[in-house]
C-alpha cells in the first residue's frame, strides 16, 4: 500500500513539473513576442504621424495645394469621363433590342406557308431574339416603300423577289466572329438561297467602339505621365527647399527611407485629392448632360437613362490617383536624395 502511494505522489510530482514548464514556455513565447509587437504598434503609429504631418504641411500652403490637386484632377477627369462614356455605350448597345439582324432570302420553290412555319423554328433558337416572316408580296411592298423602283417594278410580269426572313440577334453573339459564324450555319439551311448581314454597318460601330477605346487608353496614359511630372515636380521643389533640413537629418543618422516618406504621403494626398475631384467633375457633367441625353432618348421611343460611375470606376480612381501621386514622388525624391549630403 505505501509503495502504491509513492508512485502515485511521483506521478503527481511528475505532472506539475510537466505544467510549470510547459507555463515558462509560453510566458518565454509571449515574453519574446511583446518587442515585436511593440516594434510594430510604434511603426504603425510614427507612421500614422507622419501621413498626419505631411498632410499638415500641405493645408499650410491653401494656394498651391489647390491648385496641383486643380490640375491632377482635371488630367484625371479626362480618362475617367471616357470610361463612363464607353460605359454608357456599351449598356446603350445592349439596351437595342433587334438593332443587328440578319436577311435570310429563301429559294423561290419555298411558300410563304413554309417560310413562316421556318422562321417559327429559327425564333427558338438562342442566338435569335425575332423572327419574322415576309411573303412575297410583302417583300415587294417593302421594296417599294424602301426604293425608287415603282416604275421598273411595274414593267415586270411576276413578282421577282422571294419570301424573306429577317432575324433580329440576341445580344449574345455582338463579336464581328460569332455573327460571321451564325450566319454561315444559316446559309447551309436547305431552304435559304442567300443569308445577309449588314456587315458594312457592324464594321462601322466596331470601329468606333474600338476608336473611341484605344483613344480613351491612349488619353490615359498621356494624363498619367502629365500628373507624375507636375507632382513630381512639385515635390522636387519642395525637397530643394528642405534641402538644409534634409542634409541635418542625415547628420544625425536619418535614413533615406525616413527621409523619404513624408514626400511620399505628400504625393499621396496630391493623388486622392486629385481623384477625388475628377469625381467630382465628372458627376456635375453627367448631371449637366442628364437632360439633353433623356430628352433626345425620348425622341426616339427609348427611355434610356445617362449611367453615372460605378463602383469599380469610382474605387480606381482613388486608385490611380493615390499611386500616380506617390510615383511621381518616389521619381522625384530618389533623384534629388542622391545628391543631398551632409558637410
Known amino acids: 500500500m505505501a509503495a502504491k502511494k509513492g508512485a502515485v505522489k511521483k506521478a ?18 509571449k515574453a519574446s513576442a511583446s518587442p515585436v509587437l511593440a516594434g510594430v504598434k510604434v511603426d504603425s503609429m510614427r507612421r500614422a504621424q507622419m501621413l498626419m504631418y505631411s498632410l499638415g504641411r500641405l493645408t499650410a500652403q491653401p494656394f498651391t495645394t489647390a491648385l496641383i490637386i486643380a490640375v491632377v484632377g482635371v488630367a484625371l477627369a479626362l480618362p475617367v469621363a471616357f470610361s463612363v462614356l464607353l460605359a454608357n455605350l456599351d449598356e446603350a448597345g445592349a439596351r437595342s433590342d433587334g438593332r443587328v439582324q440578319a436577311s435570310l432570302f429563301l429559294e423561290e420553290r419555298i411558300s410563304d406557308e413554309r417560310a ?23 417583300s415587294l411592298t417593302e421594296f417599294r416603300e424602301l426604293s425608287d423602283f415603282d416604275a421598273a417594278l411595274a414593267l415586270l410580269d411576276e413578282n421577282p423577289l422571294p419570301a424573306t426572313i429577317i432575324l433580329s440577334l440576341n445580344d449574345q453573339i455582338q463579336s464581328p466572329t460569332a455573327l460571321a459564324g451564325f450566319v454561315h450555319e ?16 457592324l464594321q462601322r ?37 528642405r534641402r538644409d533640413e534634409i542634409a541635418v537629418t542625415k547628420l544625425v543618422g536619418g535614413t533615406d527611407a525616413f527621409i523619404r516618406r513624408p514626400f511620399l504621403y505628400s ?48 474605387l480606381g480612381t482613388l486608385l490611380a490617383g493615390a499611386g500616380l501621386g506617390m510615383l511621381g514622388s518616389w521619381l522625384a525624391v530618389s533623384r534629388q536624395l542622391k545628391d543631398i549630403q551632409p558637410d
Not at 503527481?12 to 513565447?29: F, M
Not at 417559327?120 to 423572327?131: D, F, R, S
Request: hydrophobic residues 55%; aromatic residues 6%; positive net charge.
Open 116 to 138: 413562316t412555319t421556318l422562321a417559327v423554328q429559327l425564333e427558338k433558337k438562342p442566338e435569335v431574339l425575332a423572327a419574322r416572316a415576309l411573303s412575297r408580296e410583302q
Open 186 to 201: 444559316l446559309q447551309r439551311l436547305p431552304e435559304v438561297e442567300v443569308a445577309q448581314l449588314d456587315e458594312l454597318w
Open 267 to 314: 504625393g499621396l494626398w496630391y493623388g486622392l485629392g486629385g481623384g477625388l475631384l475628377a469625381i467630382v467633375l465628372v458627376f456635375i457633367a453627367l448631371f449637366a448632360l442628364g437632360g439633353p441625353v433623356n430628352q433626345l432618348a425620348s425622341l426616339y421611343g427609348s427611355d434610356y437613362r445617362l449611367g453615372g460611375l460605378s463602383l469599380l470606376q469610382f
Open 205 to 241: 460601330l466596331f470601329a468606333i467602339v474600338s476608336l473611341l477605346k484605344r483613344a480613351a487608353l491612349l488619353i490615359a496614359i498621356m494624363l498619367g505621365v502629365a500628373v507624375t511630372i507636375v507632382v513630381g515636380t512639385t515635390i522636387g521643389l519642395e525637397i530643394q527647399n
Open 12 to 29: 503527481a510530482v511528475k505532472k506539475s513539473a510537466v505544467k510549470r514548464g510547459a507555463s515558462r514556455g509560453v510566458s518565454a513565447q
